[in-house]
């Protein structure tokens, strides 16, 4: 069984950075994408930035310029560093691999790491 485990949420001022780390264990031998999505109070859940193990990204309009993302392969973890954050930032974000193990319809997500950002 894949689990997800998020970590670094918080609370900061706009304007801060924070980092965000999602680790996947289990039995894992490949994974297709690696993304972040958040969801606001309110919203849906949406895309915030997605990489593929080729190395393509993208990105919600909202967040480029300001958000990174990355993986470690090796560690089968995938980041998301964020910059200059806004209060519209305010979310739970959700780690997500899709297409592990060779298995395109395979999908995990993780449990949702809260950021808030003050004005």
């Known amino acids: 069984q894949v689990q997800l485990v998020e970590s670094g949420g918080g609370l900061v001022q706009a304007g801060g950075s924070l980092r965000l780390s999602c680790a996947a264990s289990?039995?894992?031998?490949?994974?297709?994408?690696m993304g972040w999505y958040r969801q606001a109070p309110g919203k849906q859940r949406e895309l915030v930035a997605v990489?593929?193990?080729?190395?393509?990204?993208n990105y919600a309009d909202s967040v480029k310029g300001r958000f990174t993302i990355s993986r470690d392969n090796a560690k089968n973890t995938v980041y998301l560093q964020m910059n200059s954050l806004k209060p519209e930032d305010t979310a739970v974000y959700y780690c997500?691999?899709?297409?592990?193990?060779?298995?395109?319809?395979?999908?995990?997500w993780g449990q949702g790491t809260r950021v808030t950002v003050s004005s």
């Open positions: 997500n691999i899709d297409g592990y193990n060779n298995n395109p319809r395979r999908s995990a």
């Open positions: 289990g039995i894992i031998f490949s994974i297709n994408a």
């Open positions: 990489l593929s193990s080729i190395g393509s990204t």
